[in-house]
């Protein structure tokens, strides 16, 4: 089993519409949550971290559930420019010097 | 300001050639990290310097593989006697302290063939 496990998709999402996709981790001492977006042959960056209260920026929203071990996004009103492959990521031990373990990522195709 | 690079953007090798890949970190981040992307298994980790000394190695695949990292800031990661199965994206990130955002750069594209 993965150790961060995701849909990779591809999510089909009308322009203007709410898309929401999970992400489940193994390791129920991971520390630290984040969302990161890659474009196509482009590097990933951070979308935002993931908190145990839920936070929101903008058109995203996060969640963390820590007793079901899974992490969510959910994106409101789609732009197209929203299509990409996200990327769920894991802090397993912060004091081991932070190396980020990936999921597969959740492509999404946002459509007009 | 100027981001991570990584140099070559592309680089295409025979079987059993050695090559050598360079990450310049953002200037002043500490720490840096090397990971990979293939099809087959995602994005993983290899290794990771804090300054100049590599406290977790621990996802270097084999032996064939090396990194270093000298004056706190450019670092090399070393493939000796490539195999098809390198072929990768391999990309480079750095943080201002361990423990704080990562920013990658673009990556370096290796074709083993």
């Known amino acids: 089993r993965k150790e961060v496990e995701q849909d990779p998709g591809p999510f089909n999402v009308p322009e203007g519409a709410t898309v929401a996709f999970n992400c489940t981790y193994s390791?129920?001492?991971?520390?630290?949550f984040f969302w990161y977006r890659q474009d196509c042959r482009k590097e990933p960056k951070l979308l935002m971290s993931v908190y145990s209260s839920g936070n929101e920026d903008g058109r995203f929203t996060a969640q963390l559930n820590r007793a079901s071990q899974y992490i969510s996004l959910l994106i409101r009103d789609s732009k197209l420019s929203d299509s990409a492959t996200y990327l769920c990521?894991?802090?397993?031990?912060?004091?081991?010097?932070?190396?980020?373990?990936f999921g597969g990522g959740t492509r999404v195709l946002v459509k007009p | 300001g100027a981001g991570v690079s990584q140099s070559p953007s592309n680089k295409v090798t025979e079987k059993g050639k050695d090559v050598e890949l360079r990450c310049d970190p953002i200037?002043?981040?500490?720490?840096l990290y090397w990971y990979r992307q293939s099809l087959g298994q995602g994005l993983e980790f290899l290794i990771y310097?804090?300054?100049?000394?590599?406290?977790?190695k621990s996802g270097l695949p084999s032996d064939r593989f090396s990194a270093e990292r000298t004056g706190g800031s450019v670092s090399t990661l070393t493939i000796q006697r490539t195999q098809q199965e390198d072929s990768a994206v391999y990309l480079c990130?750095?943080?201002?302290?361990?423990?704080?955002?990562?920013?990658f750069g673009p990556g370096t594209r290796l074709l083993v063939l």
């Open positions: 390791n129920s001492a991971s520390q630290s």
């Open positions: 990130a750095s943080s201002r302290q361990a423990g704080e955002t990562q920013y």
């Open positions: 310097f804090q300054g100049n000394s590599a406290p977790d």
């Open positions: 200037s002043g981040h500490t720490a």
């Open positions: 990521v894991v802090i397993k031990n912060k004091a081991a010097g932070n190396k980020l373990t």
